[in-house]
């Protein structure tokens, strides 16, 4: 062998190229820290049930970690890269409905196991149709408002479940099956509405991701957009206006 092709890099294998890609997906994503803050809503759970609350505390202390489980996932799907994720082609599909299950499993799961041996509301049934429908809404909010916004759609649900849980006790009962938190765990009609909820937001997913932002064009001096500005000059024309300092400021 010489030296010149010890020298040479080793070829990556494909299982070490998916592994590669899979890593990055991953932190791009910022899929750790939404582990951390996922491990800590259970923990947040766990330490709320010992405290001893009434019937109407011991419903709602659960939904608020549920919420905010879902709330961290569907913030998850967007990316602050944005185009570059299309190098992946077909496989960027793959990627965001592998992590966003993972998360929601690891949320249910969590949740569940923090519950075990105290008086969990609703149960195992009733933590994975919240998580899941609550998911749905925030997935299908990251898709249309921006991953950045995503939070607004389990939020102003959480408002409502809330309200639908109240009226148990305090005057007449709201019944719906979409508001699903105030249903009983086995209920069918609040599961299928949950599922069909979860269902299109990993759907739309799957499809269109989470974009970071709207895209907004970038006004540098006179007036430019950031495209007329790195436009290329026509030929025998004279140079486009440019700007200064890095791109995106």
Do not use: K
Not at 28 to 49: D, E, K, N, W
Not at 93 to 109: E, F, K, N, Q, Y
């Amino acid at each position: 062998m010489s030296a010149a092709s010890a020298r040479m890099p080793r070829a990556r294998t494909p299982c070490r190229a998916g592994l590669r890609l899979v890593r990055l997906y991953a932190t791009s994503r910022r899929l750790p820290l939404a582990l951390l803050i996922l491990l800590t809503c259970a923990a947040g759970t766990r330490v709320a049930l010992h405290w001893r609350w009434n019937t109407y505390g011991a419903l709602q202390m659960p939904l608020l970690f549920e919420t905010a489980a879902a709330t961290v996932i569907a913030a998850t799907v967007g990316s602050p890269f944005g185009d570059p994720e299309s190098a992946t082609g077909p496989r960027r599909h793959v990627l965001r409905l592998g992590g966003t299950s993972v998360l929601i499993a690891i949320a249910m799961g969590a949740l569940v196991i923090a519950g075990t041996g105290l008086h969990l509301a609703g149960g195992t049934a009733g933590v994975v149709r919240n998580v899941a429908g609550s998911t749905g809404i925030g997935l299908l909010c990251a898709a249309t408002l921006g991953a950045g916004l995503a939070w607004t759609g389990p939020t102003g649900y959480l408002v409502i479940a809330m309200y639908a849980q109240y009226t148990l006790w305090h005057g007449p009962a709201v019944t719906t099956p979409w508001a699903w938190p105030a249903r009983p765990p086995y209920d069918v009609g609040a599961v299928v509405c949950a599922g069909l909820v979860f269902t299109a937001g990993m759907a739309v997913t799957a499809v269109r991701g989470g974009p970071s932002s709207p895209e907004r064009p970038w006004h540098g001096r006179g007036g430019l957009t950031a495209a007329e500005a790195w436009r290329p000059p026509p030929e025998g024309g004279s140079p486009p206006r440019t700007r200064s300092g890095p791109p995106g400021r």
